[in-house]
Structures are given as structure tokens and as C-alpha cells.
């Protein structure tokens, strides 16, 4: 997802098979904004092992391509989760999987000013193959307002059509 100031990720490690990967994996993440390519690592390249129902904030690195290099802190949780997998089978056994969630401010983004109109892509080509992608910006304040526009309309033509009648 995205708005006019943050990308926010979320990656729930759950495969579709018992015996997949589970784990988190700290490195691998590629962040495409507007055609600009970032690479983004967690916990400074180490995964962490927590207990089921833990949480952990981790450090998340951002290198741009032109060789920028931005470090956050409390951007970034771990967490491990009761997840239920499928056999081969068909059958379901319960099992466990890491989550993993963030927000990259735009500020952190070097060359981007805002996700306007722009297409967000994340992959990993460890985990999955493809992207997972969004278009950017935050249209939630145009829609309320385009629709406070056409209730205001709509009130003002009926009113004054109701004035009319009696008059």
C-alpha cells in the first residue's frame, strides 16, 4: 500500500506446502518506485528467531541505485505467527511462519518527491517470483470531497426545484 508520504509493506511467510520456507529473510527485497530501483535489507543482514507470538523491531537499510544509502530504525518489525500450511495431500496441519511488516517513508527515497500516478513495485526473487505492485498516491481525500461535491449539487437542485413547485 502506499500514501503521499510512506510505502508500507506487509509479508506474511506462509507457503503453500508444509515444508516450505518459513523464515525470515533478511535480504532479497527489491522496491521499484516510478522505474527508480531500491535494494532493501532487515536486521543488517541476519534473520532473527523469535517464539510464536513475539515481535521484534528490526533495522532496515535502502540502497538506490545511484549509490545512496539510508539507514532506519522503528521502521521495520519481525514478528512469528501460527500459520496453517497444506499437505500434499490436501490435508491442513497448523505450523508457524514469520511477518514481516514496514514502512519506508518517500523522504527516504532518494530522487522521489511523492507516489503520485506512480507504479510501486516489490519483489524478492528468493521467495517468489514476480511483484507485488500498487499504484501510488492517495486518492481518499479527491474521492470524499468529489462526493461531498455531488451531495451539495444534488441537495441545491432538489431544493430548488421543491421552491419552484410551491411558488
Not at 52 to 76: E, F, R, T
Not at 87 to 92: A, N, P, Q, V
Not at 109 to 133: F, K, P, Y
Amino acid at each position: 500500500m502506499t500514501d503521499d508520504q510512506n510505502v508500507y509493506f506487509y509479508l506474511l511467510m506462509s507457503p503453500k506446502l508444509q515444508g516450505g520456507f518459513t523464515n525470515f529473510l533478511a535480504t532479497g527485497y527489491e522496491l521499484t518506485v516510478g522505474g527508480k530501483r531500491y535494494y532493501l535489507t532487515f536486521n543488517n543482514y541476519s534473520t532473527v528467531t523469535l517464539e510464536v507470538g513475539q515481535k521484534q523491531a528490526v533495522a532496515m537499510n535502502i540502497y538506490g541505485a545511484d549509490g545512496s544509502n539510508v539507514s532506519l530504525s522503528n521502521q521495520a518489525y519481525v514478528g512469528r505467527q501460527v500459520i496453517e500450511q497444506e499437505m500434499g495431500d490436501g490435508s491442513k496441519v497448523d505450523g508457524s511462519g514469520y511477518v514481516l511488516e514496514c514502512t519506508i517513508p518517500i523522504n527516504a527515497l532518494s530522487g522521489v518527491s511523492d507516489t503520485s500516478g506512480q507504479t510501486i513495485a516489490m519483489s524478492n526473487n528468493n521467495l517468489w517470483s514476480g511483484s507485488v505492485e500498487a499504484a501510488g498516491g492517495n486518492t481518499g481525500a479527491i474521492i470524499l470531497v468529489g462526493i461531498g461535491f455531488v451531495i451539495a449539487v444534488g441537495s441545491v437542485w432538489k431544493f430548488s426545484s421543491i421552491r419552484k413547485k410551491r411558488g
